[in-house]
């Protein structure tokens, strides 16, 4: 694992982000808890997505689709036939691996060494064999490059097989007549299918959109990357519906909308890039990546694809239900195009956490601290009496009082303030307020800033505004 990365794991943990799913019996792989502090963080992310999407853009409404479909669902959208990974098995060490993630890793060490020209010509052999679905030419590229188990340290690979990354279950008692459904793989198909529903109840009018966010669920193999890739993850998806031939200029503009949310929240320009897909899935006729600079390298967080209309159009072929929009300005009957927008909140949650870790060291002191966008920090404030005595705790629990309905607010009053300050830093909150003996004769506080460590005086009467201000985004 990546140095950063580690710390990052570790301080997550420590500091009530993020646990390994049940870890008193050694965890689940690739399944993760949220703590006290992390499910703030990601609510919030979540609240400033839903809120972008849903008030901020005309014409986005939202659903709350459930995780269980009907089985034929994955049939028409065709992940029963083709949601698989080519993997692949060490015979010494008994691991499976994801067969094309092992040959990305080995281009990309080449990549860091700076032999651009090797890392491209194994992506692209990789490439070109996944379109041709030469799984033993994969296995061939494995071994005649000699990538080695990073357990077991050998290159005894089996063959290449496919394996369908649904999991699966059964409804109805397992005596009857029981039939086996899927645990969605992916939020978009609950909006397809309401697509009607939605269209007629909330009487929207193309171009509009639905989005969606829910737990997702996915037999991913690769598990060394944090919360990168999860077995159980939150989508944040949105589908757009437009008239076909209009789809190309709608995938434009969605793909520089995102682009801006994600510089709003204070991602670094530098650190994001758009890449295009060269490999189109079956159902795209435009996808691109929003990446983000991770520890590990450039990854993707979200998705934007333009699907033309092979989704709503199978479901009409499956379900033999019409899934025809009539548009009253050109008086014609049609199948909407779509164009998805699709984040992971987990892996938003990832991107957040690593541009927010911030290790300073200078001269007089080093300090590490979280350095969140206040509109997404999951504490807002930290009132702190001075001391435990003299009517401080009583004065700061008003200004508890006073600010807690709006804000997620922290009351503290062990410890030396400079311990209680250092320990805000750890969870990225902004504003830690010192409550004092000057606070009982004229109501004014000290305000320590996260980010610069600088103090003011400030009137108690101005907090809530200074704070909405600040968390506004
Ligand atoms: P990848 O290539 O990383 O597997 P994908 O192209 O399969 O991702 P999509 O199916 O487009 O991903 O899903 C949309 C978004 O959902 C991704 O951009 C990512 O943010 C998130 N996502 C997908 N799979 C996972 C996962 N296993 N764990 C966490 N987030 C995920």
Redesign the pocket.
């Known amino acids: 694992e990546h140095a950063q990365l580690k710390d990052i794991i570790s301080h997550a943990k420590e500091y009530g982000f993020v646990y390994p799913s049940s870890e008193i019996y050694d965890g689940l792989q690739?399944v993760y808890d949220y703590g006290a502090y992390g499910v703030e963080l990601k609510n919030n992310l979540k609240r400033l997505w839903w809120e972008t999407m849903t008030r901020v853009s005309d014409n986005i409404v939202g659903i709350d689709a459930a995780i269980f479909m009907h089985p034929t669902t994955w049939k028409a959208s065709g992940h029963v036939d083709s949601f698989n990974d080519p993997m692949i098995d060490n015979k010494d060490s008994k691991k499976r691996y994801r067969a094309d993630v092992l040959v990305e890793e080995h281009a990309a060490t080449f990549e860091r060494a700076g032999d651009i020209e090797k890392a491209n010509s194994l992506t692209g052999a990789l490439a070109r064999l996944l379109e041709a679905e030469d799984l033993a030419g994969v296995r061939d590229l494995i071994t005649n490059e000699g990538i080695k188990c990073p357990i077991s340290g050998t290159s005894n690979w089996t063959d290449v097989r496919q394996f369908n990354l649904m999991f699966s279950t059964q409804v109805g008692s397992v005596a009857e007549d029981a039939s086996t459904i899927y645990l969605r793989?992916?939020t978009a198909q609950g909006i397809f299918v309401n697509f009607l529903n939605v269209q007629k109840t909330a009487r929207m009018k193309v171009p509009f959109g639905i989005a969606q966010i829910g737990k997702?669920f996915?037999n991913?193999i690769v598990a060394r990357q944090f919360?990168?890739?999860?077995?159980e993850?939150?989508?944040m998806?949105m589908q757009f519906f437009v008239r076909p031939g209009t789809e190309l200029d709608w995938y434009q503009k969605w793909a520089d909308t995102r682009m801006r949310w994600h510089l709003a929240l204070g991602t670094p320009a530098a650190k994001l890039r758009k890449h295009d897909h060269e490999k189109l899935a079956h159902y795209a006729n435009a996808a691109m990546?929003i990446e983000f600079e991770f520890p590990f390298g450039f990854?993707?967080?979200?998705?934007i694809?333009s699907r033309t209309d092979f989704d709503l159009k199978s479901h009409q072929e499956y379900s033999k239900k019409k899934q025809q929009y009539f548009d009253p300005e050109i008086n014609q009957n049609y199948i909407p195009y779509v164009i998805e927008t699709?984040?992971?909140?987990?892996?938003?949650f990832l991107l957040t956490l690593c541009n927010a870790y911030t290790e300073e060291s200078s001269e007089e002191k080093s300090r590490t601290y979280l350095k969140f966008h206040p509109a997404i920090a999951p504490v807002k404030a930290a009132i702190l009496p001075l001391t435990k005595k003299d009517g401080l705790p009583e004065k700061a629990q008003e200004i508890v009082d006073l600010l807690k309905y709006d804000f997620n607010i922290i009351y503290e009053d062990a410890a030396s303030i400079g311990k209680r300050y250092a320990r805000q830093d750890l969870i990225g909150t902004p504003f830690c307020i010192a409550v004092d003996h000057q606070t009982l004769e004229d109501n004014t506080v000290t305000i320590r800033h996260r980010d610069t460590t600088e103090q003011e005086r400030v009137a108690i009467s101005e907090l809530h505004g200074r704070i909405t201000e600040a968390t506004s985004f």
């Open positions: 690739a793989p992916e997702a996915r991913e919360i990168f890739r999860m077995r993850f939150e989508q998806e990546d990854k993707e967080v979200e998705g694809h699709s984040i992971g909140a987990d892996r938003l």
